[in-house]
């Protein structure tokens, strides 16, 4: 391009110095052809005047027209008298005129004189024949470099074009050489010279493409491993295992055997509510800490975190019989956390061998049932779950009868302690209780998970029998120990809430001990209450009438209007522990819980906050008007 742009300006200037020469030579071809018409044409008309005789001056006009035919004669005496006078000259092209006048070639009128006739002739020599020759040979000398200049005018778009196809040829397959491997050279050495601009602009591209590329890449592998990455453990997920056990062992291509266990954080829930998330996130980092450190003495071991509660682990060739040790040794590791920690339990582990070609839901279901299986024995316990076992049974069902036959010893041989964990008034003015906490025991009197054994109960149909009798026996405690005279908080669950059997009994027993259960506020769930809103205020009119009162827990995690708890009219709303987490840095709860607080003060509802875990959280809560606290910072749960 740049050498075709270079030819085209020099053909241009060449084409203009060849008509500046060519019509410098035409003007002085030109200046001598007038100079020589005025000779010649002055010889020839001296010669006639000496010849001329008499004063037959209309002849000597035939004479010199015929002779010469001057454009302009004009004859005349010596006293200025004009024997003849005429003019021809015919009008000239202003072009003819500018080329002259640039040339200095002048026409003007020549002069003779004869004093022998006493004459005096001017003339002007005719030009016409010289200057349309002049004229022809000036186009002729200005069409031809015209020619020359304007034929690579014509044939430089041809040989562009080409040049641009080939080029575009080149590119377009160097670009596809980069999509099929950006690592590959992209030939743009075979570029045309003139496109030097071009060949470096695609190296440029190419070398910053597969700088991009390999970060791209790089940040694909990033994501792809965070896809497959617990955020909390760093363990690889639930989604990295089942891509494991398809891809190693579903199909029958490579036989291969172990044992798989599940290792299940039966406290997290808990702690999540009484002590904060951020509690939990970091009992479950020592849970998997523990995890890997045993499971790192077997080859080829694999640790995976299913879900927020639930390890999954991998021995490959390890036999049930070796698979004990490894239990043992896990449980021995969780007894000395919960040493630390103040626990009920850490976890409990359930494991089961497996076979290339089981079914992965299959293997799951009897891993779940093992750790119910573990769940009936002491804290931090483990169960292996033999496939025969299994078979008899079928999945889940010897977990769900031992969970039973635990659940009717509890209920039948009352094998349940009492905790308190006080709710502290934020004023003088403010009225707040003590809320009751259970912990349900083995026959060994080892401390069963609160949280699975509630889950269990209802699971079973035995909720309601468990919470009548956590209701009898905290009325037999405050009675026999006399402590009549203080509020204390007892947990209901939604099932009974809505139960009329239920409801019935309590209220018969309730009134069987009137002066008792003025003292006594049942806390129930928000999301419980909001099952039947017919049962629900049915429940906590006949609450009211026995002289109790009624909180409504984990207020806040569902989207409740205030029309709802002005019609059923409870006494306290407590507040979930996710509004209370960080309040004095979390400018968004402190609006919603002011919001809330000043809401239910209008309605003359009382508002507490749970799992109050620092003295900024406390002070920032008491600033809102908060009417009581709850947590760890407050008060740890303690012998009733």
């Known amino acids: 391009m740049k050498m075709l742009r270079t030819l085209f300006i020099a053909q241009l200037l060449c084409a203009l110095l060849l008509i500046a020469v060519v019509l410098s030579a035409l003007i002085m071809t030109e200046k001598q052809s007038v100079k020589q018409s005025y000779d010649s044409q002055k010889n020839t008309i001296s010669h006639l005047l ?62 003779l004189k004869s004093d022998e006739h006493d004459l005096q002739i001017k003339f002007t020599p005719n030009f016409d024949q010289s200057n349309a020759t002049f004229m022809q040979a000036f186009w002729l ?175 490959p060739r390890v036999t049930p019989k070796e698979s004990e040790n490894f239990a043992m040794q896990l449980q021995s590791k969780f007894n000395e956390y919960q040493k630390l920690t103040e626990l009920d339990s850490v976890a409990y582990t359930g494991l089961v061998s497996y076979e290339t070609g089981k079914a992965l839901g299959e293997l799951l279901a009897i891993a779940d049932t093992s750790i119910s299986l573990a769940q009936t024995k002491q804290p931090n316990a483990w169960h292996i779950q033999k496939e025969s076992a299994a078979g008899e049974v079928g999945v889940g069902g010897y977990g769900n009868q031992n969970w039973r036959n635990v659940i009717d010893d509890v209920l039948a041989n009352n094998r349940i302690s009492l905790l308190v964990q006080t709710v502290q008034p934020a004023n003088r003015s403010s009225k707040t ?32 029998a468990v919470d009548r009798l956590i209701i009898e026996t905290a009325l037999t405690t405050i009675k026999n120990r006399n402590i009549q005279d203080q509020y204390f908080g007892l947990n209901l669950s939604p099932r009974c809430v809505h139960d009329d059997q239920f409801v019935i009994w309590l209220e018969r027993r309730l009134l069987k001990d009137a002066s008792i259960a003025s003292k006594l506020v049942f806390e129930v769930t928000e999301f419980g209450l909001q099952q039947n809103l017919k049962t629900s205020k049915r429940f906590i009119d006949m609450v009211h009438r026995c002289g109790a009162r009624l909180t409504v827990e984990k207020f806040g995690v569902g989207i409740t209007s205030f029309k709802f708890f002005r019609d059923l009219k409870p006494d306290f709303v407590k507040m979930d522990g996710s509004y209370t987490r960080h309040i004095d840095e979390d400018k968004n709860n402190q609006y919603f819980m002011r919001l809330m ?38 008060g740890k749960p303690a012998a009733m």
């Open 141 to 315: 000398m200005l069409i031809a470099p015209l020619l020359l200049f304007l034929l690579p005018a014509i044939m430089g778009p041809v040989l562009i074009g080409g040049m641009l196809k080939k080029a575009n040829h080149t590119i377009s397959q160097a670009i596809e050489r980069f999509m099929r491997d950006p690592a590959a050279d992209l030939h743009v050495q075979e570029l045309p010279a003139d496109f030097h601009d071009v060949t470096q602009s695609l190296n440029t591209f190419a070398s910053f493409s597969q700088k991009q590329f390999n970060e791209m890449a790089q940040t694909a592998k990033q994501v792809t491993e965070d896809a497959f990455k617990d955020g909390v453990t760093g363990l690889p997920n639930r989604n990295r295992f089942v891509q494991y056990y398809e891809d190693h062992l579903r199909d029958g291509s490579q036989v291969d055997f172990g044992v798989f266990a599940i290792t299940r954080c039966t406290e997290l829930q808990n702690i999540n509510q009484s002590r904060g998330y951020h509690e939990g996130d970091k009992y479950v980092q020592a849970v998997a800490e523990l995890v890997q450190k045993v499971a790192a003495t077997y080859r080829d071991n694999k640790v995976y975190r299913l879900n927020s509660s639930d390890f999954g682990i991998m021995l």
């Open 50 to 111: 000496k010849n001329f005789v008499g004063d037959d001056y209309k002849n000597l006009v035939q004479q010199i027209r015929s002779s010469v035919n001057p454009q302009m004669l004009e004859i005349s005496k010596a006293d200025g008298s004009v024997v003849h006078e005429h003019n021809n000259a015919t009008a000239r092209s202003a072009l003819l005129d500018t080329i002259q006048e640039l040339g200095g070639i002048e026409q003007q009128p020549a002069l």
């Open 597 to 634: 607080i000043d809401l239910a003060h209008r309605i003359g509802v009382g508002v507490l906050a749970e799992s109050v875990e620092s003295q900024e959280e406390k002070h920032m809560l008491e600033s809102l008007f908060i009417d009581g606290t709850q947590g760890y910072y407050i």
């Open 433 to 464: 209780y003590s809320e009751i906490l259970v912990r349900f025991k083995t026959v060994e009197n080892q401390i069963l998970p609160t949280a699975s054994f509630l889950a269990m109960a209802e699971k079973l149909d035995k909720i309601i």
